[in-house]
């Protein structure tokens, strides 16, 4: 795609008219005067005829899918429509491909006829990329090198704008939290559950048709000598909380200035977005914060995969930012008693223990993980209740996930 203004044959041709010129002038043969003559006006005709006869140009572009997840495949459709007043020979195009994204977005554009008169002439490419890194990547504008009929001139034109291509982090398959109560690993708990109290706790009333066998209270009924259910019939969905730590301190500088810049923080939003995913899968409400309690999207419902995926759209352009405030923390779950709660950070201090360490007993099920934490750090946390564990870049994250969430994993050594 060079710039020069000729092609190999218009290069060709120049090349043979000066070699006339000289030839006619040492063998005093006029003839190759006149052939370098018709050779240079050949040349300067097609470049004047690419330079008057503009032709118009738009591009369409799509994207399959339209959003991608990192390490993903796209395919990228390009419909182009040509306008021109005289033929186009075979040229070349390119696709401006950004940094984050790779693939050959190169090829062969074929030649297009006269068109002024159909109202344009439309020309189909295609090519495949890989989403390599998180965030919103501008794909193109397109570049299309034209050459005249006689193909020895040609031109360089730039067609359309660019279009974003969001890159979404990686979703990976958790295993399920298998030691939480309920009918689907969690799904859901009663209103007695989420406050402590056991079944010989409650009030029982006399069983009517259309409840559940599950909840005859057989100790009651055998006393009553009538079947008997617990008053625990009205069920409320559980809550988990999922922390991402976006604190700059507890991250590479790269992290900060641009999202799939530092592997540490894309390995942490991809188990973030992970995590929520299992812990919707498994029914509860979840709420999605960073290390200051702010909430990163909306609360998504148990069991909505749809807002797994605007989760994981939200989190595509997310980075570090703002300063470590673990105290943020204590201050949001001070006085409550929380279901599962998942915090994800980087550079994971003592002080930073400390301060979390009193949180594992608001929890139903504490988990930490830690891509950076310091040597005493997880044995303060594990010895106040956490499950907590380092992650480094070979680690298999669903693997660790797995030996977090065990059910005989009591304490997880770093």
């Not at 040492?26 to 690419?50: Q, Y």
Request: charge should be negative.
């Amino acid at each position: 795609m060079s710039r020069w203004p000729l092609t190999p044959r218009g290069t060709g041709a120049v090349a043979l008219a000066i070699g006339c010129f000289v030839a006619a002038h040492a063998f005093r043969i006029i003839e190759l005067i006149f052939i370098g003559v018709l050779l240079l006006s050949a040349v300067a005709a097609s470049l004047i005829a690419l330079a008057l006869a503009r032709r118009t140009e738009t591009v369409a572009r799509a994207f399959h899918p339209d959003v991608a997840s990192a390490g993903s495949e796209v395919d990228v459709r390009l419909r182009v429509k040509t306008r021109s007043p005289i033929p186009a020979a075979q040229g070349r195009w390119h696709d401006a491909v950004p940094d984050g994204v790779s693939g050959d977005a190169f090829g062969v554009f074929p030649a297009t006829g006269s068109s002024m008169r159909s109202g344009g002439e439309a020309v189909e490419l295609g090519y495949t990329v890989t989403a390599e890194r998180r965030g919103v990547r501008l794909i193109g504008p397109l570049s299309v090198v034209a050459s005249d009929p006689f193909g020895f001139a040609r031109r360089r034109h730039t067609i359309g704008r660019p279009l974003p291509l969001t890159i979404t982090p990686q979703i990976i398959d958790l295993g399920p939290l298998v030691e939480q109560p309920g009918e689907a690993g969690g799904s859901m708990h009663t209103a007695t559950d989420q406050l402590g109290q056991g079944s010989d706790n409650l009030i029982p009333r006399v069983y009517v048709p259309g409840d559940s066998m599950r909840r005859i209270h057989w100790r009651a009924s055998a006393h009553r000598d009538q079947l008997m259910v617990r008053q625990e019939e009205q069920e409320t969905t559980p809550e988990a909380t999922v922390i991402l730590d976006t604190a700059r301190a507890r991250w590479d500088d790269d992290a900060s200035r641009s999202p799939g810049a530092d592997p540490d923080f894309e390995t942490a939003v991809s188990l973030c977005v992970s995590a929520a995913a299992r812990l919707v899968q498994e029914g509860y409400v979840v709420t999605v914060r960073s290390g200051d309690g702010m909430p990163l999207a909306d609360p998504i419902a148990g069991g909505d995969a749809v807002a797994v995926e605007q989760l994981a759209i939200d989190l595509a352009t997310v980075t570090a930012h703002g300063d470590a405030a673990p105290n943020a923390l204590v201050a949001l779950f001070a006085g409550v008693s929380a279901g599962p709660v998942v915090v994800i950070t980087g550079a994971l201090g003592d002080a930073d223990a400390a301060v979390l360490a009193p949180l594992a007993h608001h929890s139903a099920l504490p988990l930490l993980i830690a891509l950076a934490p310091e040597h005493r750090s997880l044995e303060r946390l594990t010895g106040a209740g956490w499950r907590a564990v380092a992650l480094s870049g070979e680690d298999d994250s669903g693997a660790v996930w797995s030996v977090l969430v065990d059910r005989g994993a009591h304490r997880v050594e770093a």
